[in-house]
Nanobody, 127 residues
Framework: QVQLVESGGGLVQAGDSLRLSCAAS????????MGWFRQAPGKEREFVSA????????YYADSVKGRCTISRDNAKNTVYLQMNSLKPEDTAVYYC????????????????????WGQGTQVTVSS
């Protein structure tokens, strides 16, 4: 198993940047595909970005493509989400998720693909 702890959220103005971090426990972080999802009030959880275990492949939702960059540091057991040019519609709780290499089927944008979830970090973007 792996435990995930997000950080880096906060209250910012439109156009600002934030970098979210997700620290994972355990010694096999490099075997996990990682994802970021978000959930706004009254809306369903939606995919934001994902990265494979070796960072060979990265994926983005159309709504954040060009504004966000996902990366990982396997030596630090941490995945990051750099978000630039933030918009009010980016306001949501952001969740980090993980799934083992053997469990991953390639459906990176589906929450069902991920076995482990963090508690979330709030991002609020004011206009």
């Amino acid at each position: 198993q792996v435990q995930l702890v997000e950080s880096g959220g906060g209250l910012v103005q439109a156009g600002d940047s934030l970098r979210l971090s997700c620290a994972a426990s355990g010694r096999t972080f490099s075997r996990y595909a990682m994802g970021w999802f978000r959930q706004a009030p009254g809306k369903e959880r939606e995919f934001v970005s994902a990265i494979t275990w070796s960072a060979t492949n990265t994926y983005y939702a159309d709504s954040v493509k060009g504004r966000c960059t996902i990366s990982r540091d396997n030596a630090k057991n941490t995945v990051y989400l750099q978000m630039n040019s933030l918009k009010p519609e980016d306001t949501a709780v952001y969740y980090c998720a993980a799934t083992e290499r053997g469990y991953y089927s390639g459906r990176y944008s589906s929450s069902d693909e991920y076995r482990y979830w963090g508690q979330g970090t709030q991002v609020t973007v004011s206009s």
